[in-house]
């Protein structure tokens, strides 16, 4: 969509899919340190101050999305509030999105942020959809998270043993909410080298 260091001339309202924010290191690796939200979207709100992206930004899956240059965006706020309080709540979704993602990289064992990672990519209201999109490859979940891909692999392939989830490449089927839930609560206190071991609950 646009890449850090150009001139912020627009920003992009999602109808649907989801964005991987990302910075580069400086021996030009991609980091990505963050994901649109999945209810209010907007990209590159930033770069109506800041004259150039901060960061870029990648689909992550087929997506709608709107763009809207600033110039015309600030020209229509002035005389429409309504429009301007929409702006300021879908920043405040972001943010609030932004300090749940930084909360998912807080949890000390790697299952534990792989399974929180899993339920904040797919909204509440579509978790009896049958499987899923998965934005994100298990290398990016990795770097993500600061584990290693091999971590990534091991723990979700023991989610799959439990019948927690199914993910094939690209998608990822949630088999068992409860079992995810109790990932999140339970495997933080457990030790990061340990393989996940979790009874089926469905």
Same mark, same amino acid.
Not at 1 to 10: I, N, R, V
Not at 118 to 132: F, G, N, Q, R, T
């Given at each position: 969509?646009?890449? &850090?260091?150009?001139? #912020? /001339? *627009?920003l992009y309202s999602l109808a649907n899919g989801m964005v991987k924010i990302c910075t580069h290191t400086e021996d030009g690796r &991609?980091?990505?340190? #963050? /994901? *649109?939200?999945?209810?209010?979207?907007?990209?590159?709100?930033?770069?109506?101050?800041?004259?150039?992206?901060?960061?870029?930004?990648?689909?992550a899956v087929a997506l709608d999305a709107c763009k809207i240059n600033?110039?015309?965006l600030l020209t229509?706020?002035?005389?429409?509030?309504?429009v301007?309080?929409?702006?300021?709540e879908s920043l405040n979704a972001q943010l609030a999105y932004s300090r749940k993602l930084m909360k998912v990289m807080g949890h000390r064992s790697?299952?534990?942020?792989i399974a929180s990672?899993?339920?904040?990519?797919?909204?509440?209201?579509?978790?009896?959809?049958?499987?899923?999109?998965?934005?994100?490859?298990r290398r990016e979940i990795a770097g993500l998270l600061s584990v290693s891909e091999e971590t990534v692999c091991r723990v979700m392939a023991d989610m799959q043993r439990s019948g927690i989830i199914k993910a094939p490449r690209g998608v990822i089927a949630v088999l068992?909410?409860?079992?995810?839930?109790s990932l999140v609560n339970e495997s933080s206190r457990d030790d990061p080298n340990l393989h996940v071991v979790v009874d089926t609950l469905n």
């Open positions: 969509m646009f890449l &850090e260091g150009q001139p #912020g /001339l *627009s &991609e980091q990505i340190v #963050g /994901l *649109s939200h999945p209810g209010k979207r907007l990209v590159g709100l930033q770069s109506i101050s800041d004259g150039r992206y901060a960061y870029s930004a990648t689909a600033h110039n015309a229509y706020v002035q005389s429409r509030g309504d301007a309080m929409k702006l300021i790697a299952a534990a942020k990672l899993i339920m904040l990519m797919v909204p509440a209201s579509e978790h009896d959809k049958a499987e899923y999109s998965l934005p994100l490859s068992s909410w409860r079992g995810l839930r």
